[in-house]
């Protein structure tokens, strides 16, 4: 049973594919208030879920922090209204 709740690998070097991989993973499981507690939007288990702890611990294994990876998605957001597009 421990294998099965076993974190995630987090490899090194970390690869393109990877922090795409990890990207994707801290934004659709990133914590959402709720009356009893922090779960994950996507899981609804206690936050962090495995993969938002694999997602933080590749993206600080690559060097890069929360803040580049929120400042990126909002260059991401701006190019996407700038040509009329929603998410």
Do not use: I, K, N
């Not at 206690?46 to 890069?64: D, F, I, M, S």
């Not at 929360?66 to 929603?86: C, H, I, N, V, Y």
């Amino acid at each position: 049973m421990s294998a099965v709740l076993a974190d995630f690998p987090v490899l090194v070097p970390v690869t393109d594919e990877d922090l795409a991989l990890a990207a994707l993973a801290v934004r659709v499981h990133a914590p959402e208030p709720w009356p009893h507690g922090l779960l994950c939007r996507s899981e609804r288990v206690p936050y962090p879920c495995r993969l938002a702890r694999w997602g933080h611990g590749t993206l600080e294994a690559a060097g890069l922090t929360a803040e580049q990876l929120a400042g990126d998605q909002r260059e991401t957001e701006d190019r996407s209204e700038a040509r009329g597009q929603t998410r």
